[in-house]
């Protein structure tokens, strides 16, 4: 699976981004997708997954009542829509793709890449 990632850009704290991430491939619903980011001199950490159908999802605490990941298998489409954003959540954004766990946490079974959207939040 190949997947491309959209949507970053520079917004004020409090304000909101929607991030896509478009996969190309067969059986997109056959894998287990996640929002990673890595912010500069830290380790890149996982913000959200989440399983097949949607059913369940993972969110860092960091995130957790701000950020929404979903799913639209019929597009093959992955979105994380952001909101309260704020400056430490400025980072490189990148989505993945794990075949089919049922940990979505698991962040070692993300094998798919795409490339990062800079995501920017000034004060």
């Known amino acids: 699976v190949q997947l491309q990632a959209s949507g970053g850009g520079l917004v004020q704290a409090g304000g909101s981004l929607r991030l896509s991430c478009a996969a190309s491939?067969?059986?997109?619903?056959?894998?287990?997708m996640g929002w990673f980011r890595q912010a500069p001199g830290k380790e890149r950490e996982l913000v959200a997954s989440i399983s097949t159908g949607g059913g369940r999802t993972y969110y860092a605490e960091s995130v957790k009542g701000r950020f929404t990941i979903s799913r639209d298998n019929a597009k093959n489409a992955v979105y994380l829509q952001m909101n309260s954003l704020k400056p430490e959540d400025t980072a490189v954004y990148y989505c993945?793709?794990?075949?089919?766990?049922?940990?979505?946490?698991?962040?070692?079974?993300?094998?798919?890449w795409g490339q990062g959207t800079q995501v920017t939040v000034s004060s």
């Open positions: 993945a793709a794990a075949t089919s766990v049922w940990n979505v946490a698991d962040t070692s079974k993300f094998a798919y």
């Open positions: 491939g067969r059986a997109f619903s056959s894998y287990t």
